[in-house]
């Protein structure tokens, strides 16, 4: 598919002309990674942002001792690094491809020239913007207010819903990420998963996964029960 057909089915580029889109098209950049391919690292000059169109990709940060905690997971349709074409700043944490990815890159330069020409994608680029903020919001809360049992509830329930609220369905990543993810470790994360499957609260089978009791699911993610 054409780079122009792909944006003009973006949100991000939702309302804009013909003429728009195509001066848009000119400025992009197709990129191609391999699975574990580091897209780029914490600190390094904030020169665009990317644009997902195949595979899936990680925005993770270090501590000190080498522990990795992801931040955000991007997959199609889905932009990312859009805040130092803004702030003229670095990038604030790594990303990684998480498996063999295509993305579009927006150089910052050309880019900020698009948006002080065309008002509407300032607007849109804003809109995106604040969706992240809210989701960063939500991490924030979980991890900071929620015991893990009550992080993975959360989590679980949200898969379902963005599966349309069914209560059959597969992990979207590896349990060892989904850790990371949730700020625990693998261990941590299997002992918690038995206890929902001997609670009869999930079942789990390898990535396969069934809400049993979607009370009780909500009742440990809102951490009105404990394990």
Do not use: C, W
Not at 115 to 142: D, G, Y
Not at 189 to 197: E, H, N, P, V, Y
Request: hydrophobic share 40%.
């Amino acid at each position: 598919m054409e780079v122009r057909q792909h944006l003009s089915q973006l949100d991000l580029f939702k309302g804009l002309t013909a003429e728009q889109l195509e001066a848009i098209t000119g400025t992009v950049t197709e990129k191609d990674y391999r699975k574990g391919e580091l897209i780029f690292a914490e600190g390094d000059e904030g020169v665009g942002f990317y644009l997902v169109i195949r595979g899936r990709v990680k925005v993770y940060k270090l501590s000190a001792e080498g522990k990795e905690q992801i931040m955000h997971i991007f997959g199609p349709r889905m932009p990312f690094a859009e805040v130092p074409v803004f702030a003229g700043s670095r990038y604030p944490a790594n990303a990684e491809a998480m498996e063999s990815s295509r993305l579009f890159f927006f150089p910052k330069k050309s880019f900020i020239t698009l948006i002080q020409e065309n008002p509407l994608l300032a607007m849109n680029m804003l809109a995106s913007l604040s969706q992240r903020l809210k989701q960063f919001s939500n991490l924030i809360e979980t991890l900071s207010l929620k015991e893990v049992p009550g992080r993975l509830a959360s989590y679980l329930l949200y898969l379902s819903d963005k599966n349309g609220s069914i209560d059959e369905f597969k992990l979207d990543i590896a349990k060892s990420q989904l850790a990371s993810l949730l700020g625990t470790i693998p261990e941590t994360l299997s002992r918690i998963f038995a206890k929902m499957g001997a609670r009869e609260i999930v079942s789990i089978k390898g990535p396969e996964i069934t809400i049993l009791d979607r009370e009780g699911l909500e009742d440990l993610a809102e951490g009105n029960t404990k394990l």
